[in-house]
């Protein structure tokens, strides 16, 4: 592929996602029952889940917001990674997903380290104090990224990560045929994260393409 990458052919990815921490039986049956309720299927990828424990294990993290619950698999998840008093603020829009999330959080192994917070993360977000959280993840509507950024650049403190999903848009970020609103803005969030001198930031090549970013 070039002289400093190897080419991560189909075969290849199988091979480290076989490799790696699988999920275990309650995520499983958390994307069974989500999907029978008709929640859409848009999990993290359980490689990229792991790796975003192992970091914010790193990072020390105990304060994590998310942006875009959805049905809690990624709240979940990131709360074990947080010591027993850590908490995950994960905001959620739809009362459908949110009410999935809370009944799926509360009988989970972290049931008290995850908060629901009802409501548009424009509208959330700016009731979070700044310096308040170690991390953010934003897995929500496209569009809005650059002002999610905005925020977490304010709500996480120094040294802290801001990461974000879809970095690969579906698969579709180079494909110039995909015009479909959401391709187009992770597109021009890309270039944004790519010039926000603010943070170190990677695309990892997990799941849909995770950014992570550390605040300087
Ligand atoms: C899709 C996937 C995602 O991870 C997401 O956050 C939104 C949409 C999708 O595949 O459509
Ligand atoms: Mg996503």
């Keep these: 592929m070039s002289e400093t990458s190897t080419r991560v052919t189909d075969e290849l990815f199988r091979y480290i996602a076989e490799h790696t921490t699988r999920e275990d039986a309650f995520l499983a049956d958390l994307k069974r029952a989500a999907a029978a ?5 848009i999990w993290i990828a359980p490689e990229q889940a792991s790796f975003m424990q192992i970091l ?5 993290a105990r304060q994590v917001v998310e942006v875009g619950t959805l ?8 709360a074990r990674a947080l010591p027993a008093d850590g908490r995950v603020r994960t905001i959620e829009f739809d009362p459908k997903h949110a009410a999935f999330a809370e009944q799926w959080v509360a009988r989970s192994d972290v049931a008290g380290r995850v908060e629901v917070h009802r409501g548009a993360g424009l509208d959330v977000l700016p009731a979070f ?18 002002t999610y950024l905005e ?15 879809n970095a690969l848009a579906f698969g579709q970020l180079l494909d110039p045929s995909y015009t479909d609103r959401e391709v187009p803005a992770m597109r021009a969030f890309n270039d944004l994260m790519a010039k926000t001198t603010a943070l170190q930031s990677v695309i990892v090549p997990l799941g849909d393409g995770l950014w992570v970013g550390v605040k300087r």
Aim: with cysteine.
């Design 129 to 146: 104090a700044a310096d308040s959280a170690d991390a953010a993840f934003l897995d929500a509507d496209k569009v809005n990224y650059p």
């Design 37 to 41: 309720e008709g929640i859409p299927s």
């Design 151 to 165: 925020h977490c650049l304010r709500i996480v403190r120094s040294g802290g990560l801001i990461m974000a999903d």
């Design 56 to 60: 914010l294990r790193l990072a020390g």
């Design 71 to 78: 049905a809690g698999y990624s709240a979940i998840s990131m």
